[in-house]
């Protein structure tokens, strides 16, 4: 029994080597907690897009300035002969009739939905990058006896797009109501609330 340690120091040895290879191996398998649970999660938002009322038509501006005439001296002198009192002459100014805007070139109906009363939905039928191709399509569906009208917004990123919209409604119920009419030609439409 003298020799008794030196079996258990090696029957110790033999068990821990043994708790190290098992452990060695199992730890490669075993997935960590952070790939588990992470620890930033997210989750998608609802985001409901409100435009800005359509911009009014600006105001009409005179097309003819009216004349002004002011006495303007003119004063010749000649070596020869002595100073001549100032002669007065009436100068008369002409205005041409300013152009008028781009802008201000719209079908009689869309001119007409600009600078009607407020509204809370409407219906968006298509959005362009380029105002010639929402103009058209402003048109067009004039053309099929919709009230469509163009409103510009501005969105940082992306830079200026033009939305084509179909009517103005008071209540989203009415909006329901008038949306499957424009759905049967255009189906991506769909109901916008503004602000």
């Known amino acids: 029994m003298k020799n008794s340690w030196l079996i258990w120091v090696f029957v110790v040895g033999i068990v821990l ?47 003819t300035a009216p004349t002004v005439s002011q ?15 100032p002669v007065p002459v009436a ?20 001119a007409q939905t600009t600078a009607a009363k407020p509204y809370k939905y409407s219906i968006q039928v298509a959005s362009f990058k380029d105002k010639d191709k929402a103009q058209q399509k402003v048109e067009e569906l004039n053309k099929k006896d919709y009230q469509a009208f163009l409103v510009s ?9 033009h939305r084509v919209y ?15 009419k424009v759905k049967k030609n255009y189906s991506s439409s769909f109901i916008i609330a503004t602000k």
């Open 91 to 110: 100068a008369k100014v002409v205005a041409t009739p300013p152009k008028p805007a781009p802008a201000a070139v719209q079908t009689p109906a869309a």
């Open 17 to 63: 080597t043994i708790l190290i290879a098992f452990n060695y191996q199992g730890a490669q398998d075993t997935v960590p907690l952070s790939e588990i649970f992470p620890e930033t999660e997210t989750y998608p938002l609802e985001i409901e897009y409100v435009d800005e009322q359509p911009v009014s038509e600006p105001p009409t501006i005179a097309r």
């Open 166 to 180: 179909v009517g103005k409604f008071d209540s989203k119920s009415e909006a329901d109501s008038y949306l499957p």
């Open 71 to 85: 006495p303007v001296t003119q004063i010749v002198r000649t070596p020869s002969e002595p100073p001549s009192p």
């Open 153 to 161: 917004k501005d969105i940082r990123d992306k830079g200026t797009w």
